[in-house]
């Protein structure tokens, strides 16, 4: 598709947000699923319903823009979820991987927070306000869910994973090759 005006691009990245909400759909239960820690298992849930709403937002606006949703592949959002499966696949005692399951899902909300940041001005360029308000909505879920998982690795998760580290002579040495 040619992208000959910013409504263009606003329908480009709206499309591209919708195709990497469906993804994270898919990828959440099984993030949920490795979990070990019972907050960041909850979050990881609560942010699945959460996607849902923002799937149903993205729709409402397609809607009144008279555009298809579909027809365009977040291949950002499809290598950030590969790299959260492959961390998955790991050997790693469960608070490190637990560690590594809030990164990765830390990557995602910051990918989405630009992704919405950007759709949402564009809206207000654009005089689109409703779905400036509803993308600003989005945007301000995605900002709780990062801050959540922040506070679940400053809490314990990470002090726990920290604790599972190698004994501190190996730990020197191998800080040493750096
Ligand atoms: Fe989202």
């Not at 909400?21 to 942010?47: I, N, T």
């Amino acid at each position: 598709m040619a992208l000959e005006s910013l409504h263009d691009l606003y329908v480009d990245e709206l499309r591209d947000l919708y195709s990497a909400e469906s993804q994270l759909l898919k990828a959440l239960p099984k993030m949920a699923k490795a979990a070990s820690d019972e907050g960041l298992r909850a979050a990881f849930q609560e942010h699945l319903e959460v996607t849902r709403g923002q799937v149903e937002r993205l729709e409402r606006i397609f809607k009144r823009l008279g555009e298809r949703p579909t027809g365009k592949k977040c291949v950002a959002m499809e290598g950030l979820i590969a790299e959260g499966k492959e961390m998955m696949g790991e050997d790693a005692p469960p608070s490190v991987m637990d560690a590594a399951l809030i990164s990765a899902a830390q990557k995602v909300e910051h990918y989405e927070i630009a992704g919405y940041g950007c759709v949402r001005t564009y809206a207000r360029l654009l005089g689109d306000d409703d779905a400036a308000e509803l993308l600003q909505e989005t945007l301000d879920e995605e900002g709780e869910a990062d801050k959540k998982l922040t506070e679940l690795a400053e809490s314990a998760i990470n002090v726990e994973a920290e604790e599972e580290e190698e004994p501190a002579p190996r730990r020197r040495a191998a800080a040493g090759r750096r």
